[in-house]
């Protein structure tokens, strides 16, 4: 099946470093999704983008859905410790009428005091 | 509360007894999927439902059966487990199968 790039696949920071990271496919989207999954748990939806160009944020979270519609990044501003988890991009693609989320193999960030 | 919920948890089995992992959502969501989760290769997506007696194929479906009879859950059957469905199984649900939520998980080990 069918996966999205996602970069990096880990990051090591400290307390208070802004934090970037993003998803490439060379599928067009029309819908993408960042979730987070903490350790033990499932994936918590974190942002939901729907237009190519759109720019939201959630708190410190801000995700951008990319103009070309085959990338989306996630930012991060001023890490606190209990950002640390798996981050995941998920794409919904154009012509399938299944629904189907396509998922990144995921960016594990740590945080350090 | 909103959720979907997952039982068991945890599971250890042996090769080819016949076990079914439960999905429930009291969310009143058409759609529901079963994801594994292997590490390197993120979530894959096994079976979905679009509705009550509408199942179709994901990414992985082989060595898996699923049934929706009613809205709210959607059991995961492995008829013959064998040891390479060893993964962390999620259940997740949506209205329209894009804001999906997902179920705290089932960690299953086949020895």
């Known amino acids: 099946g069918q996966q999205l790039n996602q970069s990096p696949q880990s990051m090591f920071i400290q307390e208070g470093e802004d934090v970037s990271m993003n998803c490439t496919s060379s599928s067009i989207f029309n819908t993408w999704l960042w979730y987070k999954q903490d350790p033990g748990e499932g994936p918590v939806l974190l942002i939901a983008?729907?237009?190519?160009?759109e720019l939201t944020s959630n708190g410190r979270l801000t995700a951008q859905f990319g103009i070309t519609r085959k990338d989306s990044f996630l930012n991060i501003s001023a890490s606190i410790p209990s950002d640390v988890g798996i981050y995941f991009c998920?794409?919904?693609?154009?012509?399938?009428?299944?629904?189907?989320?396509?998922f990144g193999t995921g960016t594990r960030l740590q945080v350090f005091p | 509360e909103a959720q979907v919920t997952q039982n068991p948890r945890y599971l250890i089995t042996v090769t080819g007894k016949k076990l079914t992992v439960t999905c429930s959502q009291n969310?009143?969501?058409?759609?529901m999927s079963w994801y594994r989760q292997d590490p390197g290769l993120g979530l894959r997506q096994i079976y979905y439902?679009?509705?009550?007696?509408?199942?179709d194929k994901g990414d992985v479906p082989e060595g898996y059966k699923v049934s929706r009879k009613e809205k709210r859950n959607f059991p995961l059957i492995l008829e013959s487990p064998s040891p390479n469905q060893t993964s962390l199984y999620f259940c997740?649900?949506?209205?329209?199968?894009?804001?999906?939520?997902f179920g705290p998980g089932t960690r299953l080990t086949v020895t």
């Open positions: 983008l729907y237009k190519a160009g």
């Open positions: 439902s679009m509705n009550v007696e509408v199942t």
């Open positions: 998920a794409g919904q693609l154009v012509m399938r009428n299944t629904d189907k989320l396509i």
């Open positions: 969310m009143n969501h058409e759609y």
């Open positions: 997740a649900s949506s209205f329209t199968g894009t804001e999906q939520y």
